[in-house]
């Protein structure tokens, strides 16, 4: 900002008068021809402002909308006197009488385009020193500067568009539930740190020196005891917090509808999920679903898709192989424990640079390259045709259903770097495609999740949804014998490749949750320690419950369209977890440590 | 327990069933008369049990009420078969035909009182131990050991209503504000800590090593930011923190009904705020309350209550008298910089024991004994009334309107103490006397308060509400002249005599917010260090703004007449800050505090 412009903005503050009794009227996108001839009053920021016969036109803005407001000699001189010191984002009242525009002005996209306000009087509420960036929903500022000035993030269009439609989603999720005598009960915030899951933050307490708080990561436990204490429909729009190193679309801080339900199977819990998504997308979107949405079962999830939250709304489907190459002379595919294909009809006009960026990116997954054979009306075109046999071609082509024109895409290794390599490129296909149609909302639950999953780094079972979930019925005597095959009575709600909900029927037995804390080989006494008081509360006649969660912040991003959850979030961190607006986290005080009775290490530099 | 029981209990089990595709068709508190002959499906706790003429009685207990069902060896000999097992907590679904109850048997203290289900088919979906207390209103069970089996404790009617009506609270609050066009924006829980206010939780940053979050007091910097962003209309029902030593009502987070609007002044925002608890009194209580709410001045309140927050359900008014006794032999009384008088008519019954139970408790606020006179038909009974003149009598006696069988109560000193001793002294007496009229909502708003405190502790003034309230219009030369005089625009909403919210309009320019600061002693560097962000965010356009907090559990307790916080939080923390239940806080592991570069110093043992 040059220092004339600061001057001239230092100078109007003189102009500056407090708001007095003034009332507003009305919002700036409220005024048609029904309100020709009416005195009101609005106020809002100056958006942008033309001189044109005399006259000072000002776009007047506030969180509704926009309307023209005209200051002239003629209608009052007194008005327009000082109107001169408008800037953009100046603050001021005005009171004027609302006219048609004259013919040929009107603007038809506008919602106040038929009139305009003739000022009678005003005030400047404040002034504005010239904003690092316009506010306009086009912005090309460096995400890290409109972070620093959130709050004028904030005034463009299209962010705040995101947070009227975050709030209308938050009160349609509470209207649906209170419907169903859902209650909404607040858990604690300062909780216990137990080992399971993501890192806990820690909150050290002062009254209780050496020991600490975990901030929740999910108030399942509390959840819990609420089914045990009878409360038999809970709910809570609730922050959840995890210490993990940020990916872009995560945060440290989090938001989840949480709900939980007693005396139901995986079916009553899933319907009323259904019926809450519906309602939300009506509201939101005006736009209806069709219920019951479908049902896929993980294993089939995994078996077409690659990855357990399919993205159904293009087809392109992956289909294992193994079995047509065990005798075949290309020895990568005869020697690999599976071998997975994806056909991309008429996907043959991909050029050689392009197949280079899917195999570029294929090895994020774990894969060594990325196989591929295109079909010519003459030849299979690829690095390794002329291995194949007549036989192993006549078999892919019927199992694939191959035609000319078509690539196909292998993968072979691992099953599960196959499935997470071809399941992740099959994205990156639709996109080279188009194969995505807009505005579809393709809802898909899967189901029939394991129960366990290998976790490589500890060598042990892990819970694969939360230690809490319950197992299929009669397999339990699976779950030491084979981990790997057992079943959870876990589902999760996907929506065009997102997880959006996730959930399960809980166990609600002291021997159940024992056993279960056993196959995870915790030692009885760790177990107690850490969840003692959750099984010991399932002896004094717990129900059975169970229930679900919606991730809030990837719910209102896929409603609003936004391409970061940054954007549906007032404050957000950065990826290294600061605010760049409050400079939080920051040092804090000897005197406040010294009450909490902790010292810091040295702190190694990066 | 009994090992007998204990062993009944574990031999039960081999009976529990899963729910399977049960599905309840009502709660237990809707069956009535309309119902007879239809086939239902319930599920509940055990509540009661009797065996009567071959018949087992069951008084099935959801949150909802409570239904009677009947095993018959009749009307279902299976059914009959095995219910001998149910003991109280158990839980059960049963299926079964609803019946009229036999002419006599009706309860018509009940709403199922009228009907009773005979039982054809029933499933034990759960034993239970013998409860460690009785789940009934009346419990004489100690604080504690409802708090370490709360999930027990939540199973007493008298408290799950607690909780279906604090429900209603939030629903009622979030409609109304709603209906107005408000926004409910979620703002950070991991935020910079502050050095003003109450003492912060920490929360250190794994990520920024040797940095620190804090939760947040209150969202006052986002809500202001908000404002700023033109986000106009703002609310949020918010969970707060402070390390704070915890009296009997306090827990160290809380929650807050908060709320900002642009364009407002203080009238705009009471306003608003007598509408939302009016429609919450309306929703929850069917009271109806009227509005405008009384308005009394600060200092109105303090000459004649003694305390910023009056309970006016009762008269008992105090009097400053210190000028008639300016020239009084009895020297406590003339040399005191303030003598304050509470006449209670016909106090004069209150014997000397019931005095000296007053005269300790004023010593809690600081006085050193408590001055009384007793008005006799034939003289003035006092230990000081032989001091006092003719004069001073009649004198005192035309001022407090003094009629035979009163008793006068004195304090004099620092008006500080007068104050405090006597306004709270006032409460002990009313109760005494049966003053308060009970099932009355008297609503305040204490108007006009100071902007600074002076506090004797740092040895300088701090704000009374906090450093981002505006100060009365015109009085910005007496901040720094005579601080103690300043008014400021901040309001406190009291119910009852207890404060359920306060607000103020606030400062929203860089150069008063810079002058407060000042004012307040912070060093320019100090004030741009902490605040520097927000002073900045003044200078791009910040609109006039004010806002109010509710304390959600504070009106919840009044609400449901409940006698302590921890009766409307669904788990407490203790008066020691620790939850009984989960054990929380706790200790870490090394590797938590090593992740983190922490270090515990070695603790004091008290």
Redesign the interface.
């Known amino acids: 900002m040059s220092d004339q412009i600061l001057d001239i903005q230092q100078e109007h ?1 003189q102009y ?1 008068e ?4 003034w ?2 009227t009305h ?1 700036c996108c409220e005024l048609n021809a029904n309100n020709i001839g009416a005195e009101v009053c609005l ?3 100056v958006q942008f402002r033309r001189d044109h016969g005399g006259l000072i036109f000002i776009d007047l ?4 909308g926009l309307t023209q407001v005209v200051f002239s000699p003629d209608f009052n001189a007194d008005a327009h006197k000082t109107a001169h010191i408008l800037r953009t ?3 001021l ?1 005005i009171k004027g009488v609302v006219r048609h525009r004259p013919d040929g002005m009107t603007n038809a996209t506008m919602v106040t385009g038929e009139v305009e306000v003739y000022v009678s009087e005003w005030k400047l ?5 010239t ?1 690092p960036f316009q506010i306009e929903d086009r912005v090309d500022a460096s995400e890290n500067l409109r972070l620093e ?7 463009r269009p299209k962010l ?1 568009r995101n ?2 439609l ?2 209308r989603a ?2 349609s999720v ?1 209207r649906y539930l ?1 419907e169903l ?1 859902f ?11 137990t ?1 399971e899951g993501a ?17 929740p990561q999910s108030p399942q ?2 959840k819990q ?2 089914m ?5 429909r809970y709910y809570q729009i609730v ?1 959840c ?1 995890r ?1 993990e ?2 990916r872009a679309d995560r945060q ?2 989090f ?1 989840q509808i949480d709900i939980e339900m ?4 995986e ?2 819990v899933q319907t009323m999920a259904e019926g809450l998504v519906s309602r939300v997308f009506k509201d939101c979107l005006d736009v209806e679903l069709t219920a019951p949405f479908v049902r896929m079962t993980y294993d089939q999830a995994m078996a077409d898709y690659g990855v357990d939250k399919p993205d159904t709304r293009f087809d392109l489907k992956l289909k294992e192989v193994t079995s047509i190459f065990r005798e075949s002379e290309f020895k990568v595919f005869a020697k690999a424990e599976m071998v997975k294909a994806m056909r991309v009809p008429a996907g043959g006009e991909l050029s050689r640079k392009e197949i280079d960026v899917f195999t570029e990116f294929v090895k994020i997954y774990g894969a060594q390259g990325l196989a591929w054979i295109k079909i010519k009306a003459d030849e299979w075109q690829s690095p390794f045709a002329k291995f194949l046999s007549d036989a192993e071609k006549q078999n892919l082509t019927e199992t694939l259903g191959l035609e000319v024109g078509d690539i196909i895409f292998f993968q072979a290794g691992a099953p599960d770097m196959c499935n997470s390599a071809l399941g992740n490129l099959r994205l990156e296909v639709a996109k080279r495609f188009n194969l995505i149609p807009e505005n579809t909302f393709n809802f898909l639950w899967v189901t029939d999740f394991p129960l366990f999953e290998y976790d490589a780094d500890e060598k042990r079972y892990v819970a694969c949804h939360h230690p809490f979930t319950a197992v299929q ?1 009669g397999q339990e005597a699976l779950m030491k014998e084979d981990p790997a095959k057992v079943k959870a009575r876990a589902y999760d709600l996907v929506l065009n490749g997102s997880e959006i909900g996730g959930g399960s029927i809980r166990i ?2 002291r ?1 159940q949750q024992e056993y279960m804390f056993d196959a995870l080989g915790f030692t009885k006494e760790e177990a107690d320690k850490q969840f003692g ?1 959750l099984m010991e ?8 419950h169970g229930g679900i969660a919606f991730g809030m912040d990837r719910l209102v991003m896929l409603l609003t369209g936004s391409p970061s959850i940054r954007d549906v ?3 957000p ?1 950065t990826q ?4 760049l ?9 000897a005197r ?1 440590l ?11 530099q990066d």
């Not at 407090?18 to 009794?21: A, C, K, V, Y």
């Not at 803005?61 to 509704?64: C, F, L, W």
């Open positions: 503050q500056i407090p708001l007095g009794n009332v507003r919002s106020m809002g920021w803005r506030d969180r509704a984002e100046y603050v009242a509420l404040n002034t504005a020193k904003t000035y959130r709050y004028l993030d904030l005034r705040a947070f009227i975050r709030n938050a009160q509470r209170d005598n209650l909404e009960v607040e858990t604690p915030c300062l909780t216990k740190s080992p890192r806990d933050f820690l909150v050290p307490s002062r009254v209780n020196q050496g020991m600490f708080y975990a901030l436990i509390f005891l609420l045990v204490s009878g409360m038999d922050r917090f210490d190193d940020l440290p801080e938001t007693s005396f139901v199977d079916l009553q019925v609600h037995n021997a008081f509360a399932f002896e004094y006649g717990a129900p059975p979030i007032a404050f961190k290294k977890a600061t605010c607006l409050t400079d939080a986290p920051s040092e804090v005080s406040q010294r009450d909490l009775s902790l010292r810091l290490r040295e702190v190694k």
